[in-house]
C-alpha cells in the first residue's frame, strides 16, 4: 500500500502561484509514476502532468504547460506541483495519485488517465479569484 497526502492549496488571485506537495509513504518502490490530477465541480477528474521516478521523465497536459511544472524531492519522497499565473479556470480539488505501470525503461506513457493510477490522496483545494 501506498498512502499520498497533499498539502499546499489555497487561495489565490488570477496571475498568482501555489506550490502542492504530495508526502508519499508506505510501500513506495512499489510504484513507478506519480501524478497529479484535479476536478472542478461537474467535471470528470483530469491529468495535469505526471513524473517518473525511474528515469525522471515527465509528461504535462497542454492546458498546463509552461505554467505548472512537477518535481520532486527524492530524500523526502514528496512530489511537487509548482503553479503560475493560476486563472480562475484553474480552480478544482488537486489530487496525487501513484500506480506501477509496465512501460519499457526509460519510456513514458504520453497521456494521463485516472483509471491508470491505484492510490489516490484525499486532495487539496484551489481557489483562484478574478
Known amino acids: 500500500q501506498v498512502q499520498l497526502v497533499e498539502s499546499g492549496g489555497g487561495s489565490v488571485q488570477t496571475g498568482g502561484s501555489l506550490t502542492l506537495a504530495c508526502a508519499a509513504s508506505?510501500?513506495?518502490?512499489?510504484?513507478?509514476?506519480i501524478a497529479w490530477f484535479r476536478q472542478a465541480p461537474g467535471n470528470e477528474r483530469e491529468g495535469i502532468a505526471s513524473?517518473?521516478?525511474?528515469?525522471?521523465?515527465?509528461v504535462y497536459a497542454e492546458f498546463v504547460r509552461g505554467r505548472f511544472t512537477i518535481s520532486r524531492d527524492n530524500a523526502e519522497n514528496i512530489i511537487y506541483l509548482q503553479m503560475s499565473e493560476l486563472k480562475p479556470e484553474d480552480t478544482a480539488m488537486y489530487y496525487c495519485?501513484?500506480?506501477?505501470?509496465?512501460?519499457?525503461?526509460?519510456?513514458?506513457?504520453?497521456?494521463?488517465?485516472?483509471?491508470?493510477?491505484?492510490?489516490w490522496g484525499q486532495g487539496t483545494q484551489v481557489t483562484v479569484s478574478s
Open positions: 495519485a501513484a500506480a506501477r505501470l509496465f512501460l519499457r525503461p526509460g519510456a513514458v506513457r504520453s497521456t494521463i488517465s485516472p483509471t491508470d493510477f491505484i492510490y
Open positions: 508506505g510501500a513506495t518502490g512499489s510504484i513507478n509514476v
Open positions: 513524473l517518473y521516478t525511474g528515469g525522471g521523465g515527465t
